[in-house]
């Protein structure tokens, strides 16, 4: 089966820069998609087709990719990014599949 | 303006059948491309693709859980409705009802539906 890989958490002091790596061996084939769910809330999409930020998401998300690893980037850190981030990709037959999340703590 | 609302019971017995309905606004389901799918979540665990129906009638299903779901639409109501079979405590979670994009993500998200299964 297909799947993703996450590390579990990632911590970070506020204005510095975090890091979220996602693994998956269909990751050079298959798009790749980050959201980001906060407390009590649905998850929002905030990179899309690996670099691609929706409307109204802060230009400090940014998305990459390299070989099987695709990486959300924040770029100075505020309190309000505090949340789990999930990547997301799709499978080529036609199913989707999430990692398993990242918690990430802004110290 | 793109709005999807899930509805359901809130509590479902081990054994019974789950139909949650998926009712939506602000795009349809005929249009080229568009698809919606169902997402679930266990309380404090990570987010699981159950199924998805598309604008030209395909389907598809989670592998690990494609016996028990069964997906279907209305595009005359704006309705999608998920159905899984034979729930069982592990299958409480909040349910997702969302518009996916055919090339593979998920643009617009339904507030959810907390489904406990217990007797």
């Known amino acids: 089966s297909y799947e993703l890989t996450q590390p579990p958490s990632v911590s970070v002091s506020p204005g510095q820069t975090a890091r979220i790596t996602c693994s998956g061996d269909?990751?050079?084939?298959?798009?790749a998609y980050w959201y980001q769910q906060k407390p009590g809330q649905a998850p929002v999409l905030v990179i899309y087709?690996?670099?691609k930020r929706p409307s109204g998401i802060p230009e400090r998300f940014s998305g990459s990719r390299s070989g099987t690893t695709v990486t959300l980037t924040i770029s100075g850190v505020q309190a309000e990014d505090e949340a789990d981030y999930y990547c997301?990709?799709?499978?080529?037959?036609?199913?989707?599949?999430f990692g398993g999340g990242t918690k990430l703590t802004v110290l | 303006q793109v709005t999807l609302r899930e509805s359901g019971p809130a509590l479902v017995k081990p054994t019974q059948t789950l139909t949650l309905t998926c009712t939506f606004s602000?795009?349809?389901?005929?249009?080229?491309?568009?698809?919606v799918s169902w997402i679930r979540q266990p309380p404090g665990k990570a987010l699981e693709w159950l199924a998805r129906?598309?604008?030209?009638?395909?389907?598809y299903y989670s592998t690990s859980l494609k016996t028990r779901l069964t997906i279907s639409k209305d595009t005359s109501k704006n309705q999608v409705v998920l159905t899984m079979t034979n729930m069982d405590p592990v299958d409480t979670a909040t349910y997702y009802c969302?518009?996916?994009?055919?090339?593979?993500?998920?643009?617009?998200w339904g507030q959810g539906t907390l489904v406990t299964v217990s007797s």
């Open positions: 087709q690996y670099i």
């Open positions: 269909a990751l050079p084939k298959q798009y």
């Open positions: 997301q990709s799709a499978h080529s037959s036609g199913t989707r599949v």
């Open positions: 602000g795009f349809s389901l005929t249009s080229r491309e568009m698809c």
């Open positions: 129906v598309d604008w030209d009638d395909d389907i």
């Open positions: 969302v518009r996916d994009q055919e090339v593979g993500y998920f643009d617009y």
